[in-house]
């Protein structure tokens, strides 16, 4: 079974600094994601990744956040200045082809972060 | 007003009981997802539908395109079935999933 790997699984971090959270996708996939999920509330979507840019993105993820997949295999969430309200467990996600084409989605295990 | 609406929230069941789990939604769409996410926080993509029905073991699902519905069923429910479970769905232009608020299921034995 593929699976998508997170690291780290739980971070605590000060308020103001930078965090990077980091994924490994399945091997073959084209489209990925980030969510995240505040304590108690809904999945909520962040950012999609195709062909090497942000394909979308929602009204969270402003200018304290970015990604990147620098080397073909890893991609990273980047979120420049902590605040307390972005504790929250964030998921990566992948899929192989374009999301209404048949295939399914898959999430890794979540990494939690908690601003303090 | 939320593009996914689920119900129950919450449900709790007696070991054996039959379950459904209801999903409406007001967009359309190109297809939706059945997720379940267990207390440690995993998310699991159990169906994936655009049309009819889908059966895996003792779970079905079902989608009505006409009436922007779709439902889950557990038959024959065991306390391992407790979860959180997620009704997502891809919006016509976009390739993002829009979630639902979930509907938290325990199952007593």
């Known amino acids: 079974e593929p699976e998508v790997t997170q690291t780290p699984s739980h971070q605590v971090t000060q308020m103001g600094q930078e965090v990077i959270l980091r994924c490994v996708p399945i091997?073959?996939?084209?489209?990925f994601y980030w969510y995240r999920q505040i304590l108690g509330q809904k999945v909520e979507f962040l950012v999609s990744?195709?062909?090497?840019?942000?394909?979308?993105k929602s009204e969270i993820f402003d200018d304290q956040f970015s990604v990147e997949r620098p080397d073909g295999s890893n991609f990273t969430l980047k979120i420049r200045s902590t605040k307390l309200e972005d504790s929250a467990m964030y998921f990566c996600?992948?899929?192989?082809?374009?999301?209404?084409?048949?295939?399914?989605?898959?999430f890794g295990e979540g990494s939690w972060l908690t601003v303090v | 007003k939320n593009e996914v609406e689920q119900s129950p929230q919450n449900l709790t069941a007696q070991e054996g009981e039959f379950i459904t789990i209801n999903c409406s939604y007001s967009?359309?769409?190109?297809?939706l997802h059945w997720l379940q996410q267990h207390p440690g926080g995993g998310i699991v993509s159990l169906f994936m539908?655009?049309?009819g029905k889908k059966k895996h073991g003792r779970l079905i699902a079902t989608i009505n395109i006409q009436e922007k519905h779709s439902s889950l069923h557990i038959t024959a429910s065991h306390p391992r079935d407790s979860a959180v479970y997620i009704c997502?769905?891809?919006?016509?232009?976009?390739?993002?999933?829009?979630f639902g608020t979930g509907t938290l299921l325990a199952v007593q034995p």
């Open positions: 996600a992948s899929i192989g082809t374009k999301a209404n084409s048949g295939n399914t989605i898959y």
């Open positions: 091997s073959n996939h084209l489209y």
């Open positions: 990744f195709y062909n090497n840019e942000i394909s979308e």
């Open positions: 967009v359309g769409i190109s297809a």
């Open positions: 539908l655009s049309s």
């Open positions: 997502a769905l891809y919006g016509g232009a976009t390739n993002k999933l829009i």
